[in-house]
């Protein structure tokens, strides 16, 4: 899953794909391109930044990055696009233009959005967070992060299920980053088969992430050989979709996985 920001302030590539202060379609597009050229099944479409500290931004904005870029991939390029929000207006919006996936990193608790994400009849990937991406860093706190982020999930399955959604359509991710510690986020990396035993298919997104940062002391343009390093981790741990901005190394590094993967069953 290749990470496309429609934002001014993304984290890691903050405003590379703004010209004269506007979202410029064409360089996103020639992003996207070389995406999918590189082995992205899937692109995820953000259009509000949901790093650490990031301030929220009005419906209104969300939807005019993100419609047109959606609209346009999903005319364009044979890849599954992912439409990265909380607001329900902008899941069905974005339904209505071609996404073929909904990624909420609030798992669907906004008013409306587990209605929105029903009847958009998509796929649906439920994140957890602890907080708001104001103020998720300040203390993250868990008795047993694993056990609590499994039962939070949990838990939004079970009222994605009420409301009629099927299992088949839910994808799970546990978060990195998302008000969490280095020693919570490597204790999730290291027990992520727990989660995947739950038996809905994993996204994990670590790439260029302050873990990084923190742990080696690496700048955001450092983080690629530690970012590929727990891409493959994450695999190896039964993570089905790794999200990333680095698409081409990313999918050389599993592609190494794979081949050995596929020796162990000659
Ligand atoms: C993610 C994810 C996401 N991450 C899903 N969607 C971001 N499903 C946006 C840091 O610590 O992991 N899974 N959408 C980006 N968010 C962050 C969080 C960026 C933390 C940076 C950090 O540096």
């Known amino acids: 899953m290749g990470v496309i920001n429609t934002t001014p302030d993304s984290f890691s590539d903050g405003g590379t794909l703004y010209s004269r202060s506007r979202l410029d379609i064409d360089r996103a597009m020639v992003r996207a391109h070389e995406m999918v050229e590189a082995g992205a099944a899937i692109l995820d479409i953000g259009g509000e930044s949901t790093r650490p500290g990031a301030q929220p931004v009005t419906t209104g904005e969300e939807m005019d990055r993100v419609l047109p870029l959606v609209e346009r991939i999903a005319a364009e390029l044979a890849v599954v696009v992912s439409v990265d929000t909380s607001s329900p207006?902008?899941?069905?919006?974005?339904?209505?233009?071609?996404?073929?996936?909904i990624n909420d990193v609030r798992a669907l608790s906004r008013a409306g959005a587990l209605e929105a994400a029903a009847s958009s009849g998509l796929p649906i990937c439920l994140m957890h967070m602890q907080g708001e991406p104001d103020n998720m860093?300040?203390?993250?706190?868990?008795v047993d992060v694993v056990t609590q982020v499994r039962e939070?999930?949990?838990?939004?399955?079970?009222?994605?299920?009420?409301?009629g959604i099927v299992r088949e359509r839910l994808l799970?991710?546990?978060?990195?980053?998302f008000g969490k510690t280095v020693s919570h986020n490597l204790q999730l990396l290291r027990d992520l088969p727990q989660l995947a035993a739950m038996g809905f298919p994993l996204v994990v997104g670590l790439s260029r992430k302050s873990i990084i940062g923190k742990l080696l002391g690496?700048?955001?343009?450092?983080?690629?050989p530690a970012s590929l390093a727990l891409a493959v981790m994450a695999v190896e741990r039964?993570?089905?979709i790794i999200r990333a901005h680095d698409v081409a190394a990313t999918a050389d590094a599993i592609a190494m996985w794979s081949a050995l993967q596929e020796l162990g069953e000659l």
Do not use: N, T
């Open 89 to 101: 207006d902008v899941m069905c919006a974005a339904a209505g233009a071609g996404a073929g996936m």
């Open 137 to 142: 860093q300040r203390a993250p706190q868990y």
């Open 152 to 163: 939070f999930l949990l838990d939004r399955v079970a009222a994605c299920e009420r409301l």
């Open 172 to 177: 799970l991710d546990p978060g990195f980053g």
């Open 218 to 224: 690496r700048d955001i343009g450092e983080r690629l």
């Open 238 to 240: 039964g993570a089905m």
